[in-house]
């Protein structure tokens, strides 16, 4: 704003336009204070930075993508266990065609069967666990884990490995009591079959 000498309005006596009021008579110069309001400017409310909303945005699609993969991740796992529950092992065990489950069903106590999908290194699934408790005629109860690896292309599974009461059993073991469940024989029957095989087997060899 310039400054100039101006009349006040009162006393008619020469004063600054940039005074708020009169030195001589003390009265308030309207021009004076309208020009220092008009002069001031009122800074403009700051704007929310760009920046905030992007970092929503970035956590958003963050969080859409895991939820993603996360449900994918359950989706296959549960696909491999139905291709084992509901798979047919070879004929030359299974002449009938029964699924896996229903076999195994009648071996374990009341029927409960827990599947799990195992996951390898490169977290893919690669593995399929059936867990359930077998029960012998004389009421005594084992603790079996059979494990089954699914094939590269997902179009059949392999029986991998055997536990009973958390220690495994070897592969010759696992595969003559699977092949007996199919058989229809009585627990007690298939594991005494079984171990008196493996038995002999590292008797003569």
């Not at 020469?14 to 005074?19: E, G, T, W």
């Not at 009122?42 to 939820?67: D, G, H, M, N």
Request: aromatic share 8%; glycine share 6%; with cysteine.
């Amino acid at each position: 704003m310039e400054a100039k000498l101006i009349e006040c309005p009162n006393c008619k006596k020469m004063m600054s336009n940039q005074a708020e009021k009169c030195p001589h008579c003390g009265s308030l110069n309207g021009q004076g204070i309208q020009e220092i309001k008009e002069d001031i400017r009122v800074p403009e409310k700051t704007r929310p930075k760009k920046s905030k909303k992007k970092l929503i945005i970035i956590i958003a699609v963050v969080v859409i993508i895991i939820i993603v993969i996360a449900v994918a991740s359950i989706a296959g796992g549960g696909n491999k266990i139905d291709l084992v529950k509901n798979g047919i092992m070879n004929s030359s065990i299974n002449p009938k065609g029964v699924s896996l489950e229903t076999v195994l069903k009648k071996y374990a106590e009341n029927g409960q069967i827990t599947w799990k999908a195992i996951k390898d290194e490169n977290n893919q699934v690669h593995y399929v666990n059936a867990e359930f408790t077998a029960v012998y005629e004389n009421g005594n109860k084992s603790n079996i884990v059979i494990q089954f690896t699914i094939n590269s292309d997902s179009s059949g599974f392999q029986l991998n490995a055997m536990e009973f009461d958390g220690q495994a059993v070897s592969e010759v073991t696992a595969m003559s009591i699977l092949s007996e469940m199919y058989s229809g024989q009585s627990w007690s029957v298939i594991v005494a079959k079984a171990f008196y095989n493996e038995m002999a087997q590292s008797y003569y060899y």
